[in-house]
């Protein structure tokens, strides 16, 4: 038989293994929660990023059009009371300048010599005269612009227009009738700018005859504006036929000289709209000046062009007009043939 006091101290041992082991587990789990985070807690692995596929932008779209607004070379070119539609074009990167040479027909020779320039001049003739035909054959043979130099009655009855001249007192028909006979005159006129017209192309009521005839025949007018009341240029716009007009006279003075600086004053004009139209006569100042610069034109960032390359298209939204201090001032209009 055991003692009870054996037994006694086996249970308190056995109890004290018991505790520690379960001091131990403890320490073991705490150790495992502290070390070793839970799976929820531990920061997400880090995701490889895909490479964004590269997203191809469609074609450019084009520019919307430039509107370039009418801006008047001098007091001479003062806007008319007529409202003036204005076209949408693209301004052109390089300035474009247009020299028309009128009152031609006169003289060969001197219609020879400008030809012989090799610039894209812009022959406009008067019909009736003794090489009028003969000039604009040649003209168009040669590649150049040919155009009808149209007489029209002017405020001084000192000047004479010429045959062919329209009047104010004509009726419709004979208004429609002169104006075949000198187109018949000038074979190949692709248009026409008026020759003096100082009172015809103030009247809006027969400008607007002559227009519709020379809209009817798929042509174009320049108008020349020898005064700054007409409405030519307004009128053609409102009836839809092509139209462009007078920037810079070249050669009121006969001046060598001064017609280089009008030349360039021409040039200037063009950096500053975009384009520009020059007319001048075919007097011997007037050539030479011509042969000496025209050559020059691109170096000045200037390109000389055919005065159909700056015909305003008809019915155009309107912009308003940007005033700009004129730079030519009001010159006599130039009435009087000097031609050998």
């Not at 949408?88 to 060969?108: C, E, F, Q, W, Y």
């Not at 001049?121 to 168009?140: C, D, G, M, N, W």
């Not at 050559?295 to 005033?323: D, H, Q, S, Y």
């Not at 201090?325 to 010159?331: E, I, M, R």
Request: hydrophobic share 45%.
């Amino acid at each position: 038989m055991k003692r009870p006091g054996r037994c006694g101290e086996l249970a308190g041992r056995v109890n004290l293994l018991l505790l520690g082991l379960g001091v131990l587990l403890a320490m073991v789990l705490v150790a495992v929660l502290i070390f070793f985070p839970k799976a929820s807690e531990r920061p997400a692995p880090e995701k490889t990023k895909e490479p964004q596929q590269e997203v191809l932008a469609g074609p450019e779209k084009a520019p919307p059009p430039v509107m370039e607004p009418d801006v008047p070379s001098g007091s001479a070119s003062v806007t008319a009371p007529l409202p003036e539609p204005q076209a949408v074009t693209n301004k052109p990167s390089v300035p474009r300048v247009a020299i028309i040479i009128d009152d031609l027909g006169a003289s060969h020779k001197k219609a020879e010599r400008l030809l012989a320039i090799g610039a894209p001049l812009t022959f406009s003739i008067l019909p009736h005269l003794k090489y009028s035909r003969k000039i604009a054959q040649v003209v168009k043979e040669s590649g150049k612009t040919v155009m009808l130099h149209l007489p029209m009655e002017p405020k001084s009855k000192a000047h004479k227009s010429g045959d062919g001249a329209l009047w104010v007192s004509y009726g419709n028909a004979k208004i429609i009738e002169a104006l075949k006979s000198d187109f018949e005159s000038v074979p190949g006129a692709l248009g026409a700018n008026n020759h003096m017209g100082s009172l015809f192309t103030e009247s809006g009521e027969k400008m607007a005859i002559v227009l519709k005839e020379i809209g009817k025949r798929g042509l174009f007018f320049v108008d020349s504006r020898t005064t700054a009341g007409s409405v030519a240029y307004e009128t053609a716009i409102q009836l839809n036929v092509p139209s462009a007009k007078r920037d810079v006279f070249l050669d009121n003075d006969r001046d060598k000289a001064k017609i280089t600086e009008n030349i360039l004053l021409l040039v200037k004009v063009a950096k500053r709209k975009g384009s520009a139209i020059g007319i001048g006569h075919p007097y011997p100042e007037t050539i030479s000046a011509l042969e000496e610069v025209l050559p020059t034109l691109r170096g000045m960032g200037v390109l000389l062009v055919p005065v159909t390359e700056l015909l305003v298209a008809p019915a155009t939204p309107a912009v308003p007009v940007v005033p700009v201090v004129p730079v030519v001032p009001v010159v006599p209009e130039n009435e009087t043939l000097t031609l050998n």
